[in-house]
């Protein structure tokens, strides 16, 4: 008896879209099949797209009428695909078992379980090998004597894609050695992984998307028996396949090429150069008008270099904003039109080499690219043990569906904490990352970066004080690891910050995470809704021009000094300054001059007159005046000799009484027991120091007590108490309890020694050893000072006695001197000549004095004026250096403030942000966004342009914010040098869109796959779920959430 069955597989029916057109397929093919008149039909899985999410009612509708039709064909045999239900959380129901059960067909059998089965045919079986039974796998066996059909769905070894990508399958196709004929199901293209021609994919039954081929259908089986047999393909006809056809460079002839296709097509316009917003839209209204097309989306294969910054002078490249040369480059094109010396060049650039020194941190972190392969958890936020999402096995876009509260948002949290020990719900603690219902919460993250691969695991631990506060302590565990997750390095510092600065040099910070990689929930539109000026800051950030904002200010805090100093320096003009001062001091000189000359004639006329006086007869002769100039003369002496006489009686007194003093100390010191009391002090300050040191040691003991009752108390709050003795958290805990006993004996033992010692301390205290030795230091120090004092009394005293005794002389000699005048005395005219020769002397002599007075005065003026002619010409020099320096400095801030070289860099850069904008929103919507910075301003505006017009973003509506948001975020990720992952995180942002705009937002989505290996969507719109290519399922377990994706 011969076997004939239609063999179709990956339907992929979605929650709300495409049932039409599938409809309309599918009741061609059913007319087709109808003609055919097969025994059987077998489908190979994957039925529907999202899993169990999006199972809506219009769904259940299509399907029951497909499942109907099929059955009034022909018996239909189903068994499931991974995107029929969830693989790895087996307890939830399947999308297709309620809807089979419901409908109770006769002829539809559907196999969850693996087994062997009878068709329905004699002599033919199915032997099913379940994706969701692969326990069972091994009790599946061929009938002997009959033909079996082994039945898979999955991926077998040596299968590729549409695209030619090789599979690396779960089996081989050894794997199915014993039977007959093999009927696949999951990839989507069509082939056959035997030279027989036994083994066989027959594709998807309608083309998915654009990477598959077009013409997709079925596999249709006539089997005589084991030897005879054909395998006949044939295609289901689709009124609206995924056409791709490219850009001519105008939009008639692009026309022209697309009549060629089916109308109503779906037509992706491939373009390897800019497309004007008029073209796409002229375009896109020609496709629509005459070849009715369902869909026109574009791809851009043209490449936009944002890892260059075009001058005049050349390119540079943006990773080397950070480099002393290409900042030195930067600033001679800045000023190419200013003529500038080469001592002011050397300035500057002595001036970058400084800035780009300091502003150039060791930690700061660029141009990382690093990608997570896998994330495990235990009791993070409301998550329970044992939770596993492989990235490696999950590739493009990732749907995070479920109810409030069901912990989709915890999962991008989770790994905010596990890398940046920080989540994306501001600054929480740790002890709140924990599950409240247990007492630890553990994070593993494997992550690839720079070509190595690297493990991060951090735990968090509740404790509670003596007062009852809850907190939490962290540990963080970083090593290298191979691919086959064995550690090669450990990574970790001797404290957790400096594990966490390792770490950072890996992945970056936690404001990276969030500035690119991570749209958390309700910080979408944030660079929209940011005013335009903080816009721009965020722009600075994205570009790497935050070094410059640095360097300016590291360099306007070290000017501030200079232009202090400039301040402070006095308005004037320093050469006619000096010139004023240089006229005064050549008069002056001058005058000095003069009064020289004057003095010298005035000497010489002394000198005469005294000669002429020595030389006169009458040269002896005494008059009355010269009596009463010496009797004034003995006067002064005698009053002078008095004054002697009563200092000396006063010093004899001094001594007499220092004396007295002196000899009552010296008794003093020779009853005072000085020797005795210096050792006891001796003896009391190293017992002084020996209490310290044993208080020191008592306290050190006493630290070490608390620090391992803490640690062993530890053992008391871990789930896993004394298991494991081993592990790394806890087994420090486990050496400290050994140890406990033995250390409060120490701690008790040195507080006996510190008692005793103080106690001894005490006994010598009471005695007041140091008061008396101070007593006793002073006397000694009086004793000296009374020493000196009676030392510097005999020495005054002895200078006095000899005045006294000279003066004595003096005196007589006046007064002998004086008898002798008044025997001289004369009236005569010639006495009266001496006298008035005399009286001229002295007036000469007045006036000599006078005039040499005069020319040190004149002397001292000119030495002031030379010294502040000198403080002048410095005066001078310094300003001149400070505006050399000063100027150095302006022209360096300037070229590096944000009106500066960043702004150059910025309009460099806009064109090429703008033509990424344009490139991802090019076809999935009707408008594209362009950033807009007029020069010498601050603000950056954002326009959307929809060809013929265009209107500010804060005007758009909540659609257009989200979709422009999104690609904004993508377009800054794509030209910046922060540290950036291949993962997209978009949570919550799509409460937006209606039914149509959700389905731009999937086509968007699809685009944004180019750039980012994994994207993860966490949202509720049902419409977004169509969208998927993989869906993350969070189930309950015991009050818990748990996620497995392996």
Not at 14 to 42: A, C, W
Not at 659 to 676: A, R, W
Request: proline share 2%.
């Amino acid at each position: 008896m011969s076997f004939k069955c239609v063999h179709l597989s990956d339907i992929h029916w979605r929650g709300l879209t495409r049932h039409d057109e599938y409809r309309e397929s599918f009741s061609q093919m059913f007319e087709q099949v109808k003609t055919l008149n097969p025994d059987v039909i077998f489908i190979g899985g994957d039925i529907v797209h999202s899993k169990t999410q999006g199972i809506s009612p219009e769904l259940i509708d299509c399907l029951s009428w497909w499942f109907t039709q099929m059955a009034e064909i022909c018996p239909t045999h189903i068994i499931l695909g991974n995107h029929d239900g969830l693989i790895l959380n087996k307890h939830r129901q399947d999308a297709i078992t309620p809807i089979i059960n419901a409908l109770n067909n006769p002829n539809i059998y559907l196999y969850k379980n693996s087994g062997t089965y009878p068709t329905g045919i004699p002599g033919f079986n199915w032997s099913v090998f379940s994706c969701f039974d692969e326990e069972k796998w091994p009790n599946v066996k061929p009938v002997p004597g009959e033909i079996n059909i082994a039945t898979f769905h999955g991926g077998v070894n040596g299968s590729t894609t549409d695209i030619e990508w090789n599979i690396e399958g779960d089996v081989d196709v050894e794997f199915f050695k014993g039977y007959d004929f093999v009927m696949l199901g999951d990839i989507h293209k069509l082939q056959y992984l035997d030279p027989e021609k036994r083994i066989a994919y027959p594709g998807s039954t309608i083309q998915q998307n654009y990477g598959e081929d077009p013409g997709k259908g079925y596999l249709f089986w006539e089997i005589e028996d084991k030897d005879n047999f054909t395998s006949t393909f044939y295609e289901i006809p689709h009124s609206k396949p995924f056409v791709t056809i490219d850009w001519t460079g105008d939009v008639k002839e692009t026309v022209e090429l697309a009549k060629k296709e089916p109308d109503y097509a779906r037509f992706r316009v491939r373009t390897n150069s800019p497309i004007s917003q008029a073209e796409i839209k002229h375009l896109h209204s020609s496709l629509k008008e005459i070849k009715f097309a369902t869909e026109i989306v574009f791809k851009h294969d043209h490449h936009v270099e944002t890892s260059k910054i075009q001058t005049s002078s050349g390119e540079l490249s943006t990773k080397d904003l950070r480099d002393e040369s290409t900042q030195v480059s930067l600033v001679k094109e800045y000023y190419k039109d200013l003529d500038l010396e080469d001592e002011e060049w050397e300035r500057i650039t002595s001036l970058v080499h400084k800035y780009i020194q300091k502003a150039t941190r060791a930690d700061t972190v660029r141009n990382i690219k690093w990608s997570l392969k896998r994330l495990e958890f235990d009791n993070t936020f409301a998550y329970g043990k044992d939770n596993v999402i492989d990235f490696d096995t999950l590739s493009g876009i990732t749907g995070l569906f479920g109810r409030n509260r069901s912990g989709k948002s915890s999962i991008p949290g989770t790994l905010m904490y596990n890398l940046f020990n920080t989540t994306d719900r501001g600054p929480i603690k740790n002890l709140h990352i924990i599950n409240s219902r247990k007492g630890h919460c553990v994070a593993r993250a494997m992550i690839s970066a720079n070509g190595k691969n690297y493990k991060i695991e951090r735990q968090s631990v509740k404790k509670t004080n003596r007062r009852g506060q809850e907190s939490a302590v962290t540990h963080l565990n970083l090593s290298e690891i191979d691919e086959q997750g064995v550690e090669l390095r450990d990574l970790n510092g001797e404290q957790r910050r400096e594990t966490e600065k390792t770490l950072r040099t890996i992945v970056g910070t936690a404001d990276d995470f969030l500035m690119t990689s991570l749209a958390s929930q309700g910080e979408m539109n944030n660079f929209i809704k940011h005013r335009a000026t903080q816009r721009k800051n965020i722009l600075t950030k994205f570009l790497d021009l935050e070094i410059f904002d640095e360097m300016y200010a590291l360099a306007k805090e070290d000017s501030a000094a200079i232009k202090g100093q400039l301040a402070n320096v006095p308005d004037r003009d320093w050469d006619i300054l000096i010139a004023e001062k240089r006229s005064k001091k050549r008069g002056l000189k001058k005058e000095r001059t003069e009064t020289e000359g004057n003095i010298a004639k005035l000497r010489l006329q002394l000198q005469e007159m005294k000669i002429a006086l020595a030389t006169s007869d009458s040269k002896d002769l005494v008059t009355a005046a010269d009596i009463e100039s010496q009797e004034q003369t003995i006067q002064a002496a005698k009053e002078k000799l008095t004054a002697l006489e009563e200092k000396a009686a006063s010093l004899t007194s001094d001594i007499e009484v220092a004396q007295t003093k002196l000899e009552t100390i010296e008794v003093i010191k020779g009853q005072f027991p000085i020797d005795d009391l210096r050792e006891r002090l001796l003896a009391q300050q190293d017992l002084e120091r020996t209490l310290l040191s044993l208080t020191h040691s008592h306290s050190t003991e006493k630290t070490l007590l608390k620090t391992q009752t803490k640690s062993v108390k530890l053992l008391e709050e871990v789930p896993c108490g004394d298991q494991f003795p081993t592990c790394k958290f806890i087994k420090e805990s486990h050496k400290n309890k050994k140890k406990l006993e033995e250390q409060k004996k120490a701690v008790t033992d040195m507080m006996e020694k510190v008692r005793a010692a103080r106690k001894s301390l005490n006994v010598l205290k009471r005695e007041d050893l140091v008061e008396k030795i101070e007593k006793y230091d002073k006397i000694l120090e009086r004793s000296g000072v009374l020493h000196i004092s009676l030392g510097n009394d005999r020495l005054d005293l002895s200078r006095t006695n000899t005045k006294k005794k000279a003066l004595k002389e003096t005196i007589d000699d006046a007064v002998r001197e004086l008898q002798t005048m008044k025997m001289r005395v004369s009236d005569s005219d010639e006495a009266d000549k001496v006298s008035e020769a005399k009286k001229e002397i002295n007036r000469v002599t007045d006036e000599i004095n006078s005039r040499d007075a005069e020319r040190i005065s004149l002397t001292e003026t000119i030495g002031h004026l030379e010294a502040e002619i000198d403080k002048l010409i410095e005066e001078k020099k310094q300003y001149g250096d400070l505006i050399v320096q000063w100027r150095a400095y302006d022209l360096f801030m300037s070229a590096v403030s944000k009106k500066g070289i960043p702004l150059q860099i910025m309009s460099s850069q806009l064109p090429l942000i703008n033509d990424e904008i344009s490139k991802i929103l090019t076809g999935v919507v009707g408008f594209t966004v362009e950033l807009e910075a007029e020069s010498g301003s601050n603000d950056m505006d954002i326009f959307i342009n929809y060809g013929d017009s265009k209107r500010i973003i804060e005007c758009a509506s909540g659609m257009e914010k989200m979709m422009a948001s999104l690609a904004i975020r993508v377009a800054l990720i794509n030209v910046s040098s922060l540290p950036k992952t291949d993962l997209l995180v978009i949570d919550e942002g799509f409460g937006a869109l209606d039914d149509m705009n959700v389905e731009s937002c999937n086509r968007l989505l699809a685009s944004l796959k180019k750039w980012f290996r994994n994207i993860l969507v966490i949202s509720h719109v049902d419409a977004v779920k169509d969208g998927v290519d993989n869906v993350l399922d969070i189930t309950q377990h015991n009050k818990n959430a748990k996620v497995i994706y392996e």
